[in-house]
């Protein structure tokens, strides 16, 4: 659990420095905007190319679920990014829901709760 979710982590961090730069600005360029969508569409690649290993088929449909989750919300800022005002409020909806998803997992093997949006923020 803990090689998946490590693996989570870093696929996110390769692609998402320019949207954690817009994300961290309270005025951020239309440079920076454009950036940070290209990241979150970026991101987005990433994750759909992460398997969920065999070893944890006992919680495949909660990580399928969580990783859709975390997939969607990166999908909407990419998305969302390109619009004139963008707020990305939605999105970050989605991603707290996945990492709630990806929580309980943690907590029904015996682990302690992650925090994703840490570690990639």
Do not use: C, W
């Amino acid at each position: 659990m803990v090689k998946f979710y490590m693996e989570l982590a870093k696929k996110i961090n390769e692609k998402d420095a320019d949207l954690n730069v817009y994300e961290s600005k309270d005025q951020p360029t239309p440079e920076m905007k454009a950036k940070a969508s290209q990241s979150a569409a970026d991101v987005v690649e990433q994750l759909k190319q992460i398997p969920i290993p065999s070893e944890l088929n006992n919680h495949k449909d909660e990580l399928k679920a969580a990783l859709t989750d975390i997939t969607d919300s990166y999908q909407a800022k990419a998305e969302e990014l390109k619009k004139d005002a963008p707020t990305l409020d939605r999105a970050n909806a989605m991603f707290t829901r996945g990492e709630d998803k990806l929580g309980n997992v943690f907590e029904e093997v015996k682990l302690g709760k992650p925090s994703l949006s840490k570690e990639v923020n």
